[in-house]
């Protein structure tokens, strides 16, 4: 079938709104509370009013590739039935905001107190709302999401937006599609998970070595790029970790590792992502993640950040057969030196392998991911059919658990390449059909031994990497491929 056609699109929408089951949301009166708003299966309506000078301006005016600027403009927001509120709206992502060039379909970050000092929605001072245009399942990210809170693991909340804009005085809206809403990682947020929002939160840029700088804070200002004001104290924390790190022998780190990192957390952090193969992260590039210092004195603790490329859909990290069979026991690069020394470590291994085995039998346990698929298609199906960026056969493949008869496509892997119209990149894998190769896969690795794939250090240096010189050791942390935005996230 041909999804571009006018006439099989028009039957594939009939179908979805005729007997796709209404939103959860329907008849829900609007949400009085955070906790009320978000939900995996819960859908919004979100609309922005902007000016039409406004809106040209959100488009960034110079820079390419990671090196953007996005400016915030004035608009005016209503979410889930509250507002207008006078909001700072601007444009946020990467490859998300590349690959949406030639449509409206951006995504956004809302400040809600940047045109009225401290005023707050629902208690947060800002919000995400992704627009999932390199997901075809438009789901990675609040599965993903969800699966880390069902670890115990401190992450954001999401719930889905069907997102409207209005030009100016224009009295019809347009729909731009389907979205994820994404909580903030805020001093609201940790104060939620942590008990204090007043730690050092960090969210480093290419960097996933932990490298010791000497004792001038701006060059860890730069590699490790803080979100809120440090303290004398908590910065002094992290010059003493990464001498630590860089610098103690083995039984030192064996013996002191735990009281600056909080190792159950981190080994259940590493375990999921593991088993998500998610790449583009830590275990890989050095980025899409937070580091929270609670105290001075005390561990560090762990946060994911932009998993929509869970599920073996980095375009960057090998194929997505090879994503779908990467290694339990090496799913990281040797770059990543504070997890390569920790993993050598023969308890923490140990303990490692049995968070392994709570990941497949909590969140990505079959029948709980087939379950939780069947909710979400349910709730966004007659969302997406109405999104005009959206391919519904592909959609559709996602929420398919076991190959079609006479599919040869399907059946020969997961991780068919097949070009993508946007962008040409690698299709990533139907979420159905990862899930049932990555458990095999997992399995195997775990009960015969089998070798999995062992991601590559990529060719681009990490920040603080170190330029092999005879005698000299000149090393200092690179440009950021990000404009510092202190406090805003990505």
Avoid at 85 to 96: A, D
Wanted: glycine share 8%; hydrophobic share 35%.
């Amino acid at each position: 079938m041909n999804i571009n056609h006018p006439a099989p699109r028009i039957f594939l929408v009939l179908t979805v709104l005729l007997f796709s089951p209404p939103p959860t949301t329907l008849g829900e009166d609007k949400p009085a509370t955070a906790a009320e708003l978000f939900g995996y299966t819960k859908l919004w309506d979100v609309e922005f009013r902007i000016s039409e000078k406004d809106y040209r301006d959100l488009a960034p005016s110079q820079g390419r590739g990671f090196d953007r600027d996005f400016t915030y403009v004035e608009g005016e927001v209503t979410i889930a039935g509250h507002g207008p509120l006078k909001v700072g709206l601007r444009y946020k992502g990467n490859s998300s905001y590349s690959s949406a060039s030639n449509t409206k379909k951006k995504s956004f970050k809302i400040d809600f107190n940047r045109v009225v000092s401290r005023q707050e929605f629902l208690g947060m001072s800002k919000l995400n709302l992704n627009n999932n245009i390199l997901d075809p399942s438009q789901a990675r990210e609040t599965l993903a999401y969800q699966m880390f809170r069902d670890m115990g693991l401190p992450s954001c909340r999401t719930a889905f937006a069907r997102v409207y804009l209005r030009l100016g005085d224009a009295s019809e809206k347009e729909y731009l599609g389907l979205y994820t809403m994404v909580e903030q990682v805020s001093g609201a947020f940790l104060k939620d998970r942590f008990g204090t929002g007043k730690g050092l939160l960090l969210k480093p840029e290419r960097n996933n070595s932990f490298p010791h700088f000497g004792e001038e804070w701006a060059d860890y200002a730069r590699a490790y790029v803080p979100k809120t004001e440090a303290a004398l104290e908590f910065k002094k924390r992290l010059i003493d970790f990464t001498r630590f790190v860089e610098k103690s022998d083995e039984r030192e780190f064996e013996e002191n590792i735990a009281s600056y990192v909080d190792l159950p957390s981190l080994l259940k952090f590493t375990a999921l992502h593991a088993v998500l193969a998610h790449l583009d992260s830590f275990l890989l590039r050095g980025h899409n993640f937070y580091i929270y210092l609670p105290r001075g004195d005390g561990q560090f603790h762990w946060l994911p950040w932009d998993v929509n490329s869970a599920f073996a859909g980095h375009r960057s990290a090998g194929s997505a057969t090879q994503q779908t069979n990467l290694s339990i026991d090496h799913p990281y690069t040797e770059s990543v030196r504070l997890l390569s020394r920790i993993m050598k470590i023969a308890s923490i291994r140990d303990e490692y392998k049995k968070q392994l085995g709570a990941v497949l039998a909590g969140p990505f346990k079959v029948e709980r991911l087939r379950s939780r698929l069947k909710e979400i298609h349910q709730a966004i199906s007659a969302a997406v059919a109405q999104d005009p960026n959206t391919d519904l056969v592909r959609f559709n493949e996602n929420y398919i658990f076991h190959p079609r008869e006479g599919d040869s496509r399907r059946q020969e892997s997961p991780g068919g390449e097949r070009a993508n119209d946007r962008g040409r990149m690698l299709q990533k894998p139907p979420l159905g059909a990862f899930i049932r190769e990555r458990i095999a896969a997992v399995l195997s690795q775990l009960s015969t031994g089998a070798e999995g794939y062992v991601p590559q250090t990529t060719t681009r240096r990490s920040r603080g990497q170190r330029r092999e010189r005879p005698g000299e050791n000149n090393r200092r942390p690179s440009r950021s491929p990000f404009p510092p935005r202190p406090g805003s996230g990505n």
